[in-house]
T-cell receptor, first 114, second 111 residues
Framework: DAGVIQSPRHEVTEMGQEVTLRCKPI?????LFWYRQTMMRGLELLIY????????DSGMPEDRFSAKMPNASFSTLKIQPSEPRDSAVYFC????????????FGPGTRLTVL | GENVEQHPSTLSVQEGDSAVIKCTYS??????FPWYKQELGKRPQLIID?????GEKKDQRIAVTLNKTAKHFSLHITETQPEDSAVYFC??????????FGSGTRLSIRP
């Protein structure tokens, strides 16, 4: 298995633009997590899905952020409109069978909003 | 609110010595405590975890201890090696089912 796949790996955009980050979890995994990592705030859980259903989105910072999981092999995190303070590394992770089983992280998307 | 505090934020030890990283959590109902290692520019990876029904778990040079009464848990790395240099994150799963991460400890191993 190729592991968790994220795209793009790097994204540079201007303030006000829409940004879409993509994630393909490990095949067969039924939990999917989106995290944001910054120097100031560390690693934060934004939202997680179980069997494609959002379970907890309380970490989503504001209405500009939205996440979807239309099927078991694909999820998106969208920021609209983007702001400079959204600059961070965004990780997607997946796990199998339980929230408590090992989460396998993707390589991350480094987002820079100018 | 739910919180995980991690200390120290940076740690430098001589190669071969032991390193200890400590975390405390606020939600007494937390029952799962993973530790992740993140090398520079790479993704976090699970190195060890512990559940609340045990007090200690060991895997080669790495051990984790849990004190539920005091609500703290620690990571111990013995016989440190250069490849142990990384940022280490503790985490706790709260009663609300969220995984909350500590702020990280940057461990440097001096040759």
């Amino acid at each position: 298995d190729a592991g968790v796949i994220q795209s793009p790996r790097h994204e540079v955009t201007e303030m006000g633009q829409e940004v879409t980050l993509r994630c393909k979890p490990i095949s067969g995994h039924d939990y999917l997590f989106w995290y944001r990592q910054t120097m100031m705030r560390g690693l934060e859980l934004l939202i997680y899905f179980n069997n494609n259903v959002p379970i907890d989105d309380s970490g989503m910072p504001e209405d500009r952020f939205s996440a979807k999981m239309p099927n078991a092999s694909f999820s998106t995190l969208k920021i609209q409109p983007s702001e400079p303070r959204d600059s961070a590394v965004y990780f997607c992770a997946s796990s199998f069978g339980s929230r408590d089983n090992e989460q396998f992280f993707g390589p991350g998307t480094r987002l820079t909003v100018l | 609110g739910e919180n995980v505090e991690q200390h120290p934020s940076t740690l430098s030890v001589q190669e071969g010595d032991s390193a200890v990283i400590k975390c405390t959590y606020s939600d007494s109902a937390s029952n799962y405590f993973p530790w992740y290692k993140q090398e520079l520019g790479k993704r976090p990876q699970l190195i060890i975890d512990i559940r609340s029904n045990v007090g200690e778990k060991k895997d080669q040079r790495i051990a984790v201890t849990l004190n539920k009464t005091a609500k703290h848990f620690s990571l111990h790395i013995t016989e440190t090696q250069p490849e142990d240099s990384a940022v280490y994150f503790c985490a706790a799963r709260s009663s609300a089912s969220k995984i909350i991460f500590g702020s990280g400890t940057r461990l440097s191993i001096r040759p």
